[in-house]
């Protein structure tokens, strides 16, 4: 297995990415199918990473404490300012371009996935300035651009 194959077949339930050319990286008649997860966990995209500035940190996971062990890595990433700045005064919010890029593995538009993130976040003054942008309704939402030089690690 390719690292693309395990990342987009395997554990985002066989989706494609733009890295794949919106393809999906198994047929429907590739054995393979058989090991997909059921559906996706976007909680990877902040624990499968490059290595680049803008990417949540690298870390080691443990496959008896995995499901703490991403919900960690999301709440850390998502108190960023690589992962998501708000704008109380211009009822703006600016995500990650993660946000962007598997949009569908968050939800199915905007709301759905500034609701994703609310449900992510620590109880802190970010998720406070978001939930008030939200309730505002009309939030401008746009996406950091990408720093891809590598994070120094």
Avoid: M
Wanted: glycine share 8%; charged share 25%; aromatic share 8%.
């Amino acid at each position: 297995l390719t690292l693309n194959e395990i990342e987009n077949g395997i554990l985002r339930s066989n989706r494609a990415s733009g890295g794949t050319l919106f393809l999906t990286p198994f047929n429907e008649d590739d054995p393979r199918l058989k090991l997909i997860l059921p559906e996706a966990d976007a909680r990877i995209h902040f624990a499968l990473n490059c290595g680049a500035k803008s990417c949540p940190r690298l870390r080691v996971y443990d496959g008896q404490d995995i499901q703490n062990q991403l919900t960690v890595a999301t709440r850390e990433y998502l108190e960023t300012g690589e992962a998501l700045l708000v704008d109380v005064s211009k009822n703006s919010v600016k995500l990650s371009k993660l946000f962007d890029w598997y949009e569908v593995d968050f939800g199915q538009n905007n709301e759905q996935v500034i609701r994703w993130v609310l449900n992510h976040l620590e109880d802190s003054q970010k998720k406070e300035r978001l939930e008030r942008v939200f309730r505002n309704g009309g939030l401008q939402l746009s996406h950091i651009d990408y720093n891809w030089g590598h994070n120094g690690i």
